[in-house]
Nanobody, 125 residues
């Protein structure tokens, strides 16, 4: 089992920045890829980006490309989501998720093996 806990959410004005953290514990050696997702009220959960746990390569949704950056610290078993130039449309609960193998979660979040409880990000206009 892998446990994930997000932190760092809060209220920020449009144009501001936040950095979210996702701390992993348990069988972290089983993590193949870690992803970030978000869910706004009344909307489906959507893919934000992901990072290969071993190699560190990243991939982003078009909606956040150039504004968000995902990184990881393997020694600390933590991933970070740096969010810059935030917009009110970025308001959502942000989740991290881990997959033990290849997954199609870029189009369907169901492919995750583990989920964190989420952290709220609110961007005011």
């Amino acid at each position: 089992q892998v446990q994930l806990v997000e932190s760092g959410g809060g209220l920020v004005q449009a144009g501001g920045s936040l950095r979210l953290s996702c701390a992993a514990s348990g069988r972290t050696l089983s993590i193949y890829k870690l992803g970030w997702f978000r869910q706004a009220p009344g909307k489906e959960r959507e893919f934000v980006g992901d990072i290969m746990w071993s190699g560190g390569s990243t991939y982003y949704a078009d909606s956040v490309k150039g504004r968000f950056t995902i990184s990881r610290d393997n020694a600390e078993n933590t991933s970070y989501l740096q969010m810059n130039s935030l917009r009110p449309a970025d308001t959502a609960v942000y989740y991290c998720a881990a997959a033990r193998g290849a997954t199609g979660w870029r189009t369907n979040p169901i492919g995750a093996d583990y989920w964190g409880p989420g952290t709220q990000v609110t961007v005011s206009s």
